[in-house]
């Protein structure tokens, strides 16, 4: 499997990160003596199912280490044509590529284990997206006072994970589909007629289940999906505001010192 790593975002004047990155790439935060993005790829390094990573925005410059093969790409601008560029160097580079899987750079929590049981989950089936959500309960249980905002479906209350699987494919099989997505990212009427107007209300009244809100939205789509329900907080615990930073650094910190003593 080849992986895809994003980090692409640059905390601007005003934002509730700019403090700590001063104009910096928040992928290269300090946390517990690393760059934020270095705890991500260390893990891929170290999960079996990962063969190599392409990173967006960063560069050789940045002095990272992978124990794999890594291959840079320039930000593209925004995170689904950061993405789309992301799918393209890897069929690049591998042709045979069926599916990519894509990562954030702020989840530094992760491990190489749940890097391994979310490929093997999802390669269960053969679809074209595979959307990663954190139960509530699994979130706040780890991470007790991260404050993240949830979706409530019929059945469950959930907030994204930040490591999901697409099909390499997809992007140039379905470019119109792919542009609706990029054209609706920051319309939140597009957003609504992209999804439909009735499973939006359905959504926000609460009468879907959770298959429910899969099958219509994919369907609505015209692609195969499917919501993986994860036991690991970790990947959905992302870096957007400072708490959540002095979260991961005191997490990260602790473990860290645990390992040398």
């Known amino acids: 499997m080849d992986a895809i790593v994003i980090a692409g975002g640059i905390p601007q004047p005003g934002e509730p990160l700019y403090e700590f990155t001063q104009g910096q790439p928040k992928a290269l935060l300090d946390i517990a003596g690393k760059p934020m993005v270095q705890w991500v790829l260390d893990a891929l390094g170290g999960a079996d199912t990962i063969d190599q990573v392409v990173l967006i925005s960063l560069s050789e410059e940045d002095e990272l280490e992978f124990s794999k093969r890594i291959t840079y790409v320039p930000n593209q601008g925004g995170i689904l044509h950061n993405v789309r560029a992301g ?66 479906l019929k059945d469950a209350e959930v907030c994204g994970g930040d490591m999901n699987m697409i099909r390499a494919n997809t992007v140039n099989a379905n470019e119109e589909l792919w542009d609706r997505i990029v054209a609706a990212r920051k319309s939140v009427f597009k957003q609504a007629a992209l999804l439909g107007y009735g499973n939006l209300f359905l959504l926000l009244s609460r009468q879907l289940t959770m298959e429910g809100a899969v099958n219509r939205v994919t369907k609505r789509m015209d692609i195969t999906g499917q919501a993986v329900i994860s036991p690991y907080a970790e990947l959905g615990m992302d870096v957007d505001k400072p708490h959540q930073l002095e979260i991961l650094r005191a997490d990260l910190m602790s473990k860290q010192q645990a390992q040398d003593s």
Do not use: G
């Open 87 to 152: 799918i393209e160097k890897v069929l690049e580079l591998n042709s045979q590529a069926r599916h990519v899987l894509t990562v954030s750079s702020d989840i530094p929590s992760i491990k190489s284990e749940m890097v391994d049981w979310i490929v093997n989950k999802n390669l269960e089936t053969d679809l074209d997206l595979y959307y990663t959500v954190i139960p509530r309960h699994v979130m706040e249980q780890r991470f007790p006072t991260s404050n993240r905002s949830y979706t409530r």
